[in-house]
T-cell receptor
Framework: RKEVEQDPGPFNVPEGATVAFNCTYS??????FFWYRQDCRKEPKLLMS???SGNEDGRFTAQLNRASQYISLLIRDSKLSDSATYLC???????????FGTGTRLTVIP | SAVISQKPSRDICQRGTSLTIQCQVD?????MFWYRQQPGQSLTLIAT?????????ESGFVIDKFPISRPNLTFSTLTVSNMSPEDSSIYLC???????????FGPGTRLTVT
């Protein structure tokens, strides 16, 4: 079983739409959670860390559900510039390295 | 966050040869990592580059194939040895930002082996 699983999409949504991505992780001892954004032919860039209480940054909201072992990312009022691949990543307790999901491709359509 | 550079940004190499990729950070960092991203896939950790000691390799990756150096807290190299077309990939270094375990990535090296 993979450490982290994501729906690869693609998600094609119109501008202004709200879209949500989920990501499940297999190891209950995972301690840190992140969402990264990766544009085509670029490196992943950290979008948000995900905290137990949930956190929001403008149009982006990240949530963690430890009981069900998933994290989510909600994007409100989608912009064309949000088109990218969104990768979730987790760190297991006692480790430092990231385990990445396969990424979810989002295309925002005019 | 730290500014990370990698050299070369891309290369086309013949099978059987080796390529050394450099990763430079503009500030001292404790943790540096090397990842691989094969075409259409997500990132996989190759190894953690430890300063002053041997790198720690993940399952499926060995030192003979991917020797790593970490001479100081701002620099690391990854060598891809005896390359085959299956090594065609993007190789990325990353650094840990600090107490929050956040990681930041270099721009990557796009390697094509013919």
């Amino acid at each position: 079983r993979k450490e982290v699983e994501q729906d690869p999409g693609p998600f094609n949504v119109p501008e202004g739409a709200t879209v949500a991505f989920n990501c499940t992780y297999s190891n209950s001892a995972s301690q840190s959670f992140f969402w990264y954004r990766q544009d085509c032919r670029k490196e992943p860039k950290l979008l948000m860390s995900v905290y137990s209480s949930g956190n929001e940054d403008g149009r982006f909201t990240a949530q963690l559900n430890r009981a069900s072992q998933y994290i989510s990312l909600l994007i409100r009022d989608s912009k064309l510039s949000d088109s990218a691949t969104y990768l979730c990543a987790v760190i297991k307790t006692g480790a430092n390295n990231l385990f990445f999901g396969t990424g979810t491709r989002l295309t925002v359509i005019p | 966050s730290a500014v990370i550079s990698q050299k070369p940004s891309r290369d086309i190499c013949q099978r059987g040869t080796s390529l050394t990729i450099q990763c430079q950070v503009d500030s001292q960092v404790t943790m540096m990592f090397w990842y691989r991203q094969q075409p259409g896939q997500s990132l996989t950790l190759i190894a953690t580059a430890n300063q002053g000691s041997e790198a720690t390799y993940e399952s499926g990756f060995v030192i003979d194939k991917f020797p790593i150096s970490r001479p100081n807290l701002t620099f690391s190299t990854l060598t891809v040895s005896n390359m085959s077309p299956e090594d065609s990939s993007i190789y990325l270094c990353s650094v840990e930002g600090g107490v929050t375990y956040e990681q930041y990535f270099g721009p990557g090296t796009r390697l094509t082996v013919t």
